[in-house]
């Protein structure tokens, strides 16, 4: 289990807490991952116009594969 602090400033300010949980499966690991935090108003309006997963989401992928990349190079 990793946990990290995630500060955001764009497209606005916010820190959130972000966790991969790791479980051993046959012939690998899976890896989940999940954001939390606070939200004020301006931030649940903007859930519903904008897909944040999709907005960090490339972003998570792309560590993800940096990850695996480096733990298989080993």
């Keep these: 289990r990793i946990v990290l602090r995630l500060n955001m400033v764009r497209p606005m300010k916010a820190t959130n807490e972000v966790v991969y949980e790791l ?4 012939g690998g690991t899976e ?8 939200q004020n108003i301006i931030g649940k309006v903007m859930n519903l116009v904008i897909d944040c997963e999709e907005m960090v989401g490339r972003e998570f992928d792309r560590g993800l594969a940096n990850l695996k990349f480096l733990v298989e190079k080993q």
């Design 23 to 26: 479980e051993a499966v046959d």
């Design 31 to 38: 890896v989940l991952w999940k954001m939390q935090g606070k």
